[in-house]
């Protein structure tokens, strides 16, 4: 009985720590994301607004979230919200 329960246990603790191990791949790789995406956003906002073209996205928190969870297909999703509404 004991025996059993030491192996229950090894394999609850070599999955809880599995469990940990991509929570952080995660979390790095969505903040990783979005401190990328607000640099290309405040890149592309400066070279824009160099040529002339008044096509803005805002840096605050729902282009962080945007570009850390959806990557560069958001930001440029976020840049075809704001071409419509220059449009």
Not at 82 to 87: D, R, T
Request: charged share 15%; net charge positive.
């Amino acid at each position: 009985k004991i025996k059993e329960s030491c192996i229950a246990g090894f394999f609850f603790c070599a999955i809880q720590h599995r469990y940990e191990e991509k929570k952080d791949f995660a979390m790095k790789n969505f903040f990783t994301r979005a401190i990328l995406g607000m640099i290309l956003i405040f890149a592309a906002n400066y070279l824009l607004s160099e040529q002339g073209i008044s096509l803005h996205v805002g840096l605050n928190g729902i282009t962080f979230l945007t570009s850390g969870s959806l990557g560069l297909p958001g930001v440029l999703l976020l840049y075809g919200i704001s071409a419509l509404k220059f449009l």
